[in-house]
């Protein structure tokens, strides 16, 4: 396998066209979690035109609901989730200059898309490795939506976090190669 | 009649979700270093690896393999000739809230579908009682995660339709979750029964280990061939394409009705989690 590309954050445009699917990365700097629940309240706010809770122009935001962190620990096991379910709300936060996604699993062509339009990059971290993956944050501060959970928005500080290019920003789709390629 | 404790349920339920949620099975380790070996994909391999040393991790911290430490699936094999003082039901509960607790396990239960706010403890359980002979209990949890649990699919099919009708189904079941239950999966089969009990056989069928096959020759054919026509779909470990896609296929079957054919897919992720003791 190549050797893992080193990026920070944020992202620029050039930053997110420099990537290609399939390209594996590590990611460091400041990234923002939240799950189809926090991305609910977002977009209400975006709806009445009131301010959001956080700048996303440039930024990652990471789909994950970590588990509780045992004493001494910054964060308990942190893989991603589902990132389906976030479909529905994610154009409306590309079009506000949201750069990078973090999750597994396929985006719909509405998110794809939308990717294209504005310049973005969706990764795929490893579902089920949670606990390899917590390693790669070295903070986190709650930044929203405390009451939500494990679903509230943190602020994660993070060091060579792993993970994938699965949909690059010129309409490369990882799922769709990487399937046809292996397929028998 | 013997008298169990109630006590000694909290207790032992409250330490199986811990040793499920930190401790990958032995079964899940040797078949994920075997699918290591055979992997052609880079991406594969490098994810195949991934989860490896996450097991690793987390059985030497006892942290959880998985930030979703799952729905408390119970199965609760009750004798007959056994008395639990206190109601076991909520001796199961208890020991839930506290092995999710004391445990540091992710707590993802709401209390109402609709209108509800997280629980706090993941309670409550789902239990699945059977009432046997004799005076041991029988209990094994199994924490089901959300991710692959939506992939799951019942099927009312026809009589008609037969062996090849569910072998399509359930290929069909997979190529759809495609990356979202977090491929290398397990794959649990249901067949017969009526229509809520199916699912129940396809969530069972998730309680054997890695290689056991079904008893009947028959289904055990069915459950090599699905496997490998599964394995031939290029999903590949998270399903960014590979060889790895399911780690195996298990199929419980029960006797229908002459107007039914009942099939149901119950998809686990590699974690398959499950801790069984008996009292």
Request: glycine share 10%; charged share 25%; aromatic share 6%.
């Amino acid at each position: 396998m190549a050797e893992p590309i080193k990026i920070k954050t944020p992202l620029s445009d050039e930053d997110v066209q420099n990537l290609k699917i399939g390209d594996s990365i590590l990611i460091t700097g400041k990234i923002y979690t939240a799950r189809d629940a926090a991305h609910k309240r977002l977009i209400e706010l975006i709806e009445k035109g009131e301010s959001l809770p956080l700048d996303l122009k440039g930024q990652i935001m990471y789909y994950v609901g970590p588990a509780p962190a045992k004493p001494g620990y910054v964060i308990g096991p942190a893989g991603p989730t589902t990132s389906g379910r976030c479909d529905p709300y994610t154009p409306a936060l590309l079009a506000l200059g949201l750069k990078g996604m973090i999750g597994k699993g396929v985006r719909s062509k509405e998110v794809r898309e939308a990717m294209e339009k504005h310049k973005a990059v969706y990764f795929a971290a490893t579902g089920g490795a949670a606990a390899l993956i917590s390693k790669n944050i070295k903070a986190v501060k709650i930044i929203a939506y405390e009451d939500l959970g494990p679903e509230a928005i943190r602020e994660l500080e993070v060091e060579n976090f792993p993970v994938i290019v699965a949909n690059d920003a010129h309409g490369g789709d990882l799922y769709e190669e990487g399937i046809k390629k292996y397929r028998k | 009649m013997r008298e169990v404790d109630y006590i000694t349920i909290v207790d032992a339920v409250a330490r199986l979700c811990m040793e499920a949620n930190y401790f990958l099975g032995d079964d899940v380790v040797k078949v994920l270093k075997q699918a290591l070996e055979k992997e052609e994909s880079e991406t594969g391999k490098d994810v195949l690896g991934q989860l490896l040393k996450n097991a690793e991790i987390a059985k030497t911290e006892k942290i959880p393999i998985c930030q979703d430490c799952g729905f408390a699936v119970v199965f609760l094999e009750m004798g007959e000739d056994t008395h639990v003082k206190g109601n076991i039901i909520s001796a199961i509960n208890d020991g839930v809230k506290k092995g999710y607790t004391e445990g540091y396990l992710r707590k993802s239960i709401v209390s109402d579908p609709v209108k509800g706010k997280n629980t706090g403890d993941n309670t409550p359980a789902i239990v699945h009682t059977t009432i046997v002979p004799g005076d041991k209990i029988k209990i094994t949890v199994a924490p089901k995660g959300g991710g692959s649990e939506n992939m799951s699919e019942v099927k009312m099919m026809k009589p008609a339709d037969g062996i090849e009708g569910v072998k399509n189904f359930v290929i069909d079941r997979v190529t759809r979750s495609s990356s979202n239950p977090c491929p290398p999966t397990v794959i649990g089969v249901g067949i017969g029964g009526t229509f809520e009990y199916v699912a129940f056989l396809a969530k069972k069928a998730l309680l054997r280990d890695i290689g056991q096959r079904n008893p009947d020759p028959f289904y055990a054919d069915v459950e090599r061939e699905l496997l490998e026509k599964i394995n031939n779909l290029g999903i590949g470990p998270m399903g960014l394409g590979g060889r790895t896609t399911a780690l195996d296929v298990f199929i419980e079957v029960h006797p229908r009705h002459i107007a039914s054919f009942p099939v149901a897919v119950n998809t686990n992720c590699h974690a398959a989690r499950h801790k069984t003791i008996t009292i």
